[in-house]
């Protein structure tokens, strides 16, 4: 499985974003993709996760209620739109796949994409 996160970019506090990721390689059948974001010095840390069939959905605390997660199982995308971005939310982010069970933790990931950079100004 291949994954590709796009959508990165620079914004002023306040701002939004939607960051796009590309699965491909394989069907993600009952995989669940998370997205993750590591800002420097900083150990990464889940931002959101989303199950096959969108039935589960977990966010981290420091994104709920401005962060939506979504995905298009027929179009193989992974969506994130991340609204009033604060300084905090700068980091690189990471698009990930697992099977199965909606999981927080980075290290039961599978697959990975290459990082999309996201920089928030105040």
């Known amino acids: 499985v291949q994954l590709q996160a796009s959508g990165g970019g620079s914004v002023q506090a306040g701002g939004s974003l939607r960051l796009s990721c590309l699965a491909s390689?394989?069907?993600?059948?009952?995989?669940?993709m998370a997205w993750f974001r590591q800002a420097p010095g900083k150990e990464r840390e889940i931002v959101a996760a989303i199950s096959w069939s969108s039935s589960s959905t977990y966010y981290g605390g420091s994104v709920r209620g401005r962060f939506t997660i979504s995905r298009d199982n027929a179009k193989n995308m992974l969506y994130l739109q991340m609204d009033r971005l604060n300084a905090e939310d700068t980091a690189v982010y990471y698009c990930a796949a697992r099977p199965r069970a909606v999981v927080a933790a980075p290290d039961v990931y599978n697959y990975w994409g290459q990082g999309t950079l996201v920089t928030v100004s105040s």
């Open positions: 390689g394989r069907t993600l059948d009952d995989y669940t």
